[in-house]
Nanobody, 124 residues
Framework: QVQLVESGGGLVQAGGSLRLSCVFS???????MGWFRQAPGKEREFVTA????????YYADSVKGRFTISRDNAKNTVFLQMNNLKPEDTAVYCC??????????????????WGQGTQVTVSS
């Protein structure tokens, strides 16, 4: 059974940092991985993505320079380091896996598997 399990969310003050982790099933080792977020009353939005070998990364403009995605395939884990957090970063963060090796990683419809999400709350 394919699984993606996120952890690391929590409550942090503005300007603080959090590191999210997503442990994925070994069968997803050749999949690209992405992070998406959804705030209450808002649509899901793309945050960042990384290719299966870590060779390329992609970021939403709103998080460039603050967030960093990485992966450790030996540990079946993808990470999201979030620095200088802002109240507008408050959302449920989900990791997702896509079988596509190229193309538009920002589109949620291109992802095949999703985790349940972890809550990130940034207080002002």
């Amino acid at each position: 059974q394919v699984q993606l399990v996120e952890s690391g969310g929590g409550l942090v003050q503005a300007g603080g940092s959090l590191r999210l982790s997503c442990v994925f099933s070994r069968t997803l080792i050749t999949y690209g991985m992405g992070w998406f977020r959804q705030a209450p009353g808002k649509e899901r939005e793309f945050v960042t993505a990384i290719t299966w070998n870590g060779g390329s990364t992609y970021y939403a403009d709103s998080v460039k320079g603050r967030f960093t995605i990485s992966r450790d395939n030996a540990k079946n884990t993808v990470f999201l380091q979030m620095n200088n957090l802002k109240p507008e970063d408050t959302a449920v963060y989900c990791c997702a896996a896509t079988k596509y090796y190229s193309g538009d990683y920002t589109q949620g419809a291109r992802y095949n598997y999703w985790g349940q999400g972890t809550q990130v709350t940034v207080s002002s």
